[in-house]
């Protein structure tokens, strides 16, 4: 058998391996302790494909994610949106009357700013969410617990002593799927990246051959590239076999001073 790896950051129980098994369930997650990591494997073809996120709805776009994708020569081939679903675990028997302290990712506390209040609970951070449950298992930290996945809870060995602590019930992380190779289907859905003259109006430029096309752009974000300059990372819907699509990537190439077709894909969501 043909197997194929995905490569995700973290460890095992990470919200990005839960992601990768909702996008294929047939491929093995790889865990890599730096996002870095994960498009190095790709690229070098150590991994098929590499799973990231790039923003969520508490906590705001992926910093590090979004300077590596702006730079790198991969392609998207995928995306899934994940309900997160953040839980506090603890050593099985513990006495959750007594916990005092939570490991997690600091992108996690943003998500359950209210609930650590609310209880009490000092916030630890941690390189990511399964690297702290899995700690939590191994070290035994007294009055200690972690916020990470419903799937680390069963990885480690660990009970889960309330589910859903999120702040608010809308709590999606979007994650995207790179690859060396393009995808071979129209898709639905299309990321580009490109840099502007550094002058007025001409990021207004370019928004306004989507709007004249009437393409809904899903998402538009800035990044600094150099001193001064920034590089733009934009998604929006649309297929390439439509035409209007077709007419405004043109466009938009003839106005911008560097431009990168990411790739066209589908986007699924999560359970």
Known sequence: MDFKLIAFQGEHGAYAEVASREWRSDLIPVPCAEFAEVFEGVALGICDYGIVPVENTLGGSVEEVNRLLITTALHVVGAVELPIRLCLLALPGADYREIRTAYSHPQAF??????LSRNKLEPIPYSNTAAAAKMVAEMRPKRSAAIASKLCAELYNLDIVKEGIEDLEKNVTRFLVLSKEENKGDGEKCSITFSTEHKAGTLFR??????????????????????????????????????????????????????????????????
């Open 110 to 115: 943003a998500q359950s700013r209210e609930f």
């Open 206 to 271: 370019v928004l306004e051959v989507f709007a004249r096309e009437n393409i809904n752009l899903t998402r538009i974000e800035s990044i600094p590239n150099e001193p001064g300059n920034y590089a733009f990372f934009l998604d929006f819907i649309g297929s390439l076999k439509e035409e209007k699509v077709v007419k405004a990537i043109e466009q938009v190439q003839a106005i911008t001073t560097s431009f990168t077709m990411m790739g066209f894909y589908e986007e699924g969501k999560g359970a």
